[in-house]
């Protein structure tokens, strides 16, 4: 008896599962679904879910659209996901989304494969035949996809890195042949600079000042040795004493002059030392690593160099000699107003 009533209860059971199951399929337009339906390429997969909505009587469909795209020649993936809902009937879709309410999508579904008849989103084109596939499968191939994808991202970027390293090296040597080519000619032009600055002009202007100063007092002590000065000629003598006074002080304002000078050869010549160490550190650098023309630069580097040598050599000297007869100048010049000064003192007119 147990045994019957087991078997009845069994028997309405399956009778219950079958009758809901012809309900639904009835719903539905009698058409089943797969788990999923997968499209594939080298770039792209799309994988689109098909949802049944019982208790609103309604489809859903959900959409999701792996692909590629460059960034800098590098491959990066993105995803769009797409979420639509609306009816089915044999096999027909009507569908729209809520980003897009006012632009209905058409699908046919099968049990084996999904069809767009249009594109999902505006300016796009119709998807391919997705054909049915589960879950689990989609998930490996898109975790290959994924791992294929990124091996290829990280050779690009090692690719540009390498590249760009490689640039980087080819604009820095570039620079640094440009740096000597513009050292060389610095060199030669500051050297013309430094060369240039002489002190004859002031050197000759001291020597006729104190030869001027000579002369004045030689005609004081013309004045000084006479017997019976008169008045007049103590004017004269004193004029002259005064002009011997301003000759003193031209040679003393001669020294601000040749000082301002000599700083700006100073200036010049540090500008120049800097540039002959970088241009021999830079061309030792580069000079062996495919330097155009080397042997026409090393003959202009050369040459550069030992200008620029001579050239502070001979600047050394002039401002040594300068300071040499800028000072004997000047002890001539106080000696000469100090005796005519002197006389100055001792004479007296009538």
Avoid: C
């Avoid at 208790?55 to 590098?74: A, H, L, P, R």
């Avoid at 002369?215 to 002590?221: A, C, I, P, Y």
């Avoid at 550069?304 to 002890?331: H, L, P």
């Amino acid at each position: 008896m147990r045994n019957k009533n087991r078997f009845a209860i069994i028997v309405v059971a399956l009778i219950v599962i079958a009758a809901a199951g012809f309900a639904i399929s009835r719903f539905f337009g009698g058409v089943s679904y797969a788990e999923g339906y997968l499209y594939e390429e080298e770039n792209r997969m799309i994988y689109a879910k098909v949802t049944p909505v019982q208790e609103q009587s309604q489809i859903k469909v959900e959409v999701t659209d792996t692909y590629v795209e460059e960034k800098d020649s590098v491959p990066v993936l993105k995803t769009a996901s797409y979420v639509y809902k609306g009816s089915a009937e044999n096999g027909k879709l009507a569908l729209t989304s809520a980003q897009q309410p006012a632009k209905p999508v058409e699908a046919t579904v099968t049990a084996d494969e999904l069809v767009f008849q249009g594109p999902l989103e505006e300016g796009g084109e119709a998807l391919p035949k997705l054909v049915a596939s589960q879950d689990v499968a989609y998930q490996k191939q898109l975790a290959a996809m994924t791992a294929r994808i990124n091996e290829q991202a990280e050779v690009k970027k090692k690719e540009q890195e390498e590249k760009q390293a490689k640039e980087a090296a080819r604009v820095e040597f570039a620079k640094k042949v440009e740096k000597t080519d513009r050292l060389v000619a610095d060199l030669v032009e500051n050297s013309q600079y430094l060369t240039d600055l002489q002190f004859a002009d002031e050197a000759l202007l001291s020597q006729e000042q104190v030869t001027d100063m000579q002369g004045l007092l030689e005609e004081v002590k013309l004045y000084a040795e006479q017997p019976g000065l008169q008045q007049t000629e103590y004017a004269v003598m004193k004029e002259h004493v005064s002009a011997m006074e301003v000759l003193v002080d031209g040679i003393k304002a001669m020294d601000a002059s040749i000082k301002d000078k000599k700083q700006r050869m100073s200036d010049i010549m540090s500008v120049i030392e800097a540039d002959l160490a970088d241009v021999k550190a830079t061309w030792e650098e580069i000079k062996t690593k495919g330097v155009p023309k080397p042997d026409e630069r090393q003959k202009a580097q050369d040459k550069a160099v030992s200008t620029a040598s001579e050239a502070i050599t001979q600047a050394k000297q002039r401002m040594a000699a300068i300071d040499k007869q800028q000072a004997s100048a000047g002890q001539k010049a106080a000696q000469l107003y100090s005796e005519a000064n002197a006389l100055l003192t001792k004479s007296k007119p009538k």
